[in-house]
C-alpha cells in the first residue's frame, strides 16, 4: 500500500464512519469526511469535512469536484452513510420504500460515482460499500423489507464496478455486517449479548486490512466470518 492515501469517507461522525476515520487517520492518511451536519469536528490537520445533502446529486457531484480539485485522486471510499428500519410487506409502501431506498442506496451511488470515474482514469481505487445481511440474502428480509431491498442493490452496483473494472486495480467491495454495537443499538435492545456484536473500530480494522488484498480477492466482505 503506498504511503499516503486519500481515503473518503460518507457518514464520517456517526459511528461507524467516525471508527473508520479515526483508523485511517492513525495509518497517517489525508481524509476528507462528509457529514449530513456538522457535529463536533475532529481536530487533525489531515482530516477535511464537509457537509452536503447526499441525497441531492447536483450538491453532491460539486462538492466532490471541489474534492477532487484539491486533493488530485480518492484512492479509498468508504461509504457508511444508510439507516435501518423494520417493516414486512403488510407494512411497506411505496413511501417506505421510497425513503428506504433514497437513504440506503442513492446516497452511496451519489457519492460512488464521481471518484469511481476518476478512478477510472487513474486505473487504481477502492470502493466499500455497506451492506447487511437481509440485503445479502432477502430471505431474512420479511422482517426489513424496504431496508433489504435497498441494500441488496449495493451489491447490485458493485457488480457493475467490477465487470467494468476487470483489467484494473479497481475494487468495489460490500461489507457485510452483522449488529454493529453502537449506543444506538444497546438502547434498543437492552437484553442482547453485546459481546457478541461487532466493533466499529473492528470493522474499520478490516476494511484497512483490505487495502493490502489483491485486487479482485473476496469482493464481499462477510464481517462475521473475518472476525472468528
Not at 68 to 87: E, I, N, P, R
Request: with cysteine.
Amino acid at each position: 500500500m503506498m504511503s499516503t492515501q486519500n481515503i473518503l469517507v460518507s457518514g464520517a461522525n456517526g459511528n461507524l464512519g467516525k471508527a473508520v476515520v479515526h483508523y485511517f487517520l492513525e495509518k497517517g492518511n489525508n481524509v476528507i469526511g462528509l457529514v449530513h451536519h456538522k457535529k463536533e469536528k475532529i481536530q487533525n490537520k489531515n482530516y477535511e469535512e464537509f457537509e452536503v445533502d447526499l441525497t441531492d446529486e447536483s450538491k453532491v457531484q460539486n462538492c466532490l469536484k471541489n474534492i477532487l480539485d484539491k486533493y488530485q485522486q480518492v484512492h479509498v471510499s468508504v461509504l457508511a452513510t444508510g439507516g435501518f428500519a423494520m417493516g414486512n410487506l403488510e407494512k411497506t409502501g411505496i413511501k417506505e420504500l421510497r425513503f428506504q431506498y433514497k437513504l440506503n442506496f442513492e446516497t452511496a451511488y451519489n457519492v460512488a460515482r464521481p471518484p469511481f470515474l476518476d478512478m477510472k482514469k487513474q486505473q487504481f481505487g477502492k470502493i466499500f460499500f455497506i451492506g447487511s445481511e437481509p440485503g445479502m440474502d432477502t430471505t431474512k428480509a420479511k422482517g426489513v423489507v424496504a431496508y433489504a431491498l435497498a441494500k441488496s442493490q449495493l451489491f447490485q452496483l458493485a457488480n457493475i464496478i467490477n465487470a467494468d473494472t476487470k483489467k484494473t486495480r479497481i475494487q468495489a467491495h460490500v461489507v457485510v455486517p452483522a449488529t454493529i454495537d453502537t449506543p444506538q443499538n444497546r438502547k434498543s435492545v437492552p437484553d442482547a449479548d453485546f459481546g457478541e456484536w461487532q466493533k466499529p473500530a473492528d470493522i474499520a480494522k478490516i476494511i484497512g486490512n483490505y487495502l493490502e488484498k489483491p485486487s479482485k480477492d473476496k469482493e464481499i466482505i462477510i464481517l462475521r466470518e473475518e472476525l472468528k
